[in-house]
């Protein structure tokens, strides 16, 4: 079997292996699109942090959009030996974690809660219900207007992952991806009509005990996003 070949089955392997009390439970999104209206010079120079949102829900199709950018699985095509989602990662090893926070009616077809995005077959599994955006906001140092953005998306990292292999360099690399997977969501957002106001400054443990984060995995940046 070619390199590509391999890869591939390996994907499919580990989409095979999610439990079935998962399954069950995820909420498939729905495919997100591989081509824009939009060039990324555009997206770049047009990008910008903001601190208001407008009370509009955002739509499944653009959740989709978005956690797919921040860290979702290429197309099959697309996939080369070294990078196979829309970040690169050293060792391929990709420690990061993506969480979607959301209101009661602030996503169409989604309820109040906090999910985790499966990776590798694009959906939601809810991991707490309610509407936690406030106790996020206290967390980031009482932000509070964070919590009038309709989503935030948590960029997280599981650190042991990176440092399993490469030490305390790992703990950098780690950083490295998060970076990547914000301006991913910069891009994107701006691409489809959405903003974004990134935010670093939290207690690490607040920020955890809020979203019911799980063992092994660290808040790294907070990114509400709307219109």
């Not at 955002?58 to 070294?82: H, K, M, R």
């Not at 998306?153 to 998060?178: D, H, L, N, P, W």
């Not at 990547?180 to 990134?198: D, K």
Request: glycine share 8%; with cysteine.
């Amino acid at each position: 079997m070619n390199p590509k070949g391999c890869l591939i089955f390996c994907l499919a392997l580990l989409v095979s292996t999610t439990s079935l009390a998962d399954a069950e439970n995820d909420v498939k999104l729905p495919k997100p699109s591989f081509t824009g209206k939009m060039s990324v010079e555009t997206s770049m120079t047009k990008k910008k942090s903001v601190r208001h949102f407008a009370a509009d829900p955002l739509t499944l199709e653009q959740v989709s959009q978005l956690l797919w950018a921040a860290n979702g699985v290429l197309p099959v095509d697309a996939i080369s030996g070294a990078t196979i989602k829309t970040i690169p990662s050293a060792g391929g090893i990709y420690p990061l974690e993506i969480f979607l926070l959301t209101g009661d009616k602030s996503v169409k077809g989604l309820p109040a809660g906090v999910f985790h995005y499966n990776t590798m077959n694009n959906s939601l599994l809810m991991i707490s219900s309610g509407d936690a955006r406030m106790a996020l906001a206290q967390a980031a140092l009482s932000q509070i207007w964070m919590a009038s953005a309709p989503v935030t998306i948590v960029i997280a990292g599981a650190f042991g992952k990176s440092t399993a292999k490469y030490g305390q360099r790992g703990i950098q690399y780690t950083f490295m991806e998060s970076g990547a997977a914000n301006q991913n969501l910069y891009l994107q957002a701006e691409a489809i009509g959405l903003r974004v106001g990134t935010v670093g400054a939290f207690d690490e443990n607040s920020v955890s005990s809020a979203i019911k984060m799980p063992a092994g995995i660290t808040p790294l940046l907070l990114v509400p996003v709307g219109k």
